[in-house]
């Protein structure tokens, strides 16, 4: 108000100023002053929010911090729409279950928040992208798009809304368009997020297009944008897994988990260290060494039936080799134990009635 005065006549304004201050109150004036202190932490507070978010890496704990700061904002204003679109975010991300999996009731929660935002304002880009998302987890493909299109239509030439799209045409399977997206997401700007996000859909392309080089290199690059993320590792892990390469498949999951401890990490790391065994095992016939990394894999994850059942075929052949009937003990434990965790295991049952039958030396 106060430079718009001063557009006009200085001596007319400073009376209208020096008028206008004692008309107000001094009740009025500490309202002002109080909110626009409120207006000040609002802000502040979701910036944190925003940053927990934008940044999250499976600590689930920081989501709840981040909710804390959100709700704080309401308590000051409620209207404050954000806030809602902040919560919504914070609950599809703690309903997260694996790969493209989520809790139904986390997804449901994350659209009342969303729609409580849109009442507040319709036209909230940020509300439209995240309503899209929820769709997408949902694997609700039309309104995930209709979502995105509003979201276009609000903010035309948009990275996040490229990406959004690059992701539903993916799971459309239309991977002429998902790759147009993702590579105009590249283009247009410099933020390693929505780059991250571009990567993760060009690698996805190119592993179904079995342009195995050309999917490293976005695997290498996600990892070179977010050097302390232990997600980037871990699916590099993952494809190095797919493609055979045990050993470097194990080192990049034991520096994800390195730097986080996380349950996908460790059922990575205990795959690449099954494959590794398996290898030994059954290709390589070498059972001293295969035993070893069976034992590694289910240190990592106690509840896979074939390490338990590739345990026992190493201990039967070391007690062959060895000539040594104890070891077929620890042979029976195992398949035993691979029948507990998977009752139809046929294998296992076979191969401890084996070792039941060598034992009575029938």
């Given at each position: 108000m106060h430079k718009k005065c001063f557009k006009s006549n200085y001596l007319l304004n400073m009376a209208v100023i020096f008028v206008s201050f004692f008309l107000f109150s001094s009740k009025n004036i500490f309202a002002i002053e109080n909110n626009s202190a409120n207006s000040l932490l609002e802000d502040e507070l979701y910036q944190k929010a925003l940053n927990i978010l934008d940044n999250y890496g499976g600590n689930t704990y920081s989501l709840y911090e981040a909710q804390g700061y959100l709700k704080r904002i309401l308590e000051l204003n409620p209207t404050y729409a954000l806030s809602y679109v902040g919560l919504a975010r914070a609950e599809y991300k703690l309903g997260y279950i694996n790969y493209d999996n989520y809790e139904p009731q986390n997804l449901e929660?994350?659209?009342?928040?969303?729609?409580?935002?849109?009442?507040?304002?319709?036209?909230?880009?940020?509300?439209?992208?995240?309503?899209?998302?929820?769709?997408?987890?949902?694997?609700?493909?039309t309104n995930a798009k209709n979502m995105a299109q509003a979201a276009e239509n609000l903010k035309p030439n948009q990275a996040q809304t490229d990406i959004l799209f690059s992701e539903i045409a993916s799971k459309e399977n239309n991977l002429v368009e998902a790759e147009k997206k993702a590579k105009?997401?590249?283009?247009?700007?410099?933020?390693?997020?929505?780059?991250?996000?571009?990567?993760?859909?060009?690698?996805?392309?190119?592993?179904?297009?079995?342009?195995?080089?050309?999917?490293?290199?976005?695997?290498?690059?996600?990892?070179?944008?977010?050097?302390?993320?232990?997600?980037?590792?871990?699916?590099?892990?993952?494809?190095?897994?797919?493609?055979?390469?045990?050993?470097?498949?194990?080192?990049?999951?034991?520096?994800?988990?390195?730097?986080?401890?996380?349950?996908?990490?460790?059922?990575?790391?205990?795959?690449?260290?099954?494959?590794?065994?398996?290898?030994?095992?059954?290709?390589?016939?070498?059972?001293?060494?295969?035993?070893?990394?069976?034992?590694?894999?289910?240190?990592?994850?106690?509840?896979?039936?074939?390490?338990?059942y590739g345990l026992g075929v190493c201990y039967r052949f070391i007690s062959y080799e060895l000539k040594d009937k104890s070891l077929i003990d620890k042979s029976n434990e195992s398949f035993k134990k691979a029948i507990e965790l998977n009752p139809n295991h046929e294998l296992a049952k076979?191969?401890?009635?084996?070792?039941?039958d060598w034992v009575a030396g029938k």
């Open positions: 929660s994350a659209h009342l928040y969303l729609n409580k935002a849109l009442e507040i304002n319709p036209k909230l880009y940020e509300a439209h992208i995240a309503k899209g998302y929820v769709y997408l987890f949902q694997k609700d493909l105009d997401v590249l283009n247009k700007t410099q933020e390693k997020k929505l780059r991250v996000a571009a990567y993760e859909v060009l690698g996805g392309i190119y592993r179904l297009r079995k342009d195995y080089k050309a999917a490293e290199e976005t695997y290498l690059e996600r990892i070179k944008l977010e050097p302390k993320s232990a997600w980037s590792k871990i699916n590099y892990s993952s494809f190095l897994i797919k493609m055979g390469n045990y050993d470097k498949a194990i080192d990049y999951a034991k520096q994800a988990l390195a730097q986080m401890d996380f349950g996908m990490g460790r059922h990575i790391l205990a795959q690449a260290y099954y494959k590794k065994a398996y290898d030994l095992c059954w290709k390589q016939k070498n059972y001293k060494e295969a035993q070893n990394y069976f034992k590694f894999s289910l240190e990592q994850e106690a509840d896979n039936p074939d390490a338990y076979k191969e401890l009635q084996k070792n039941l």
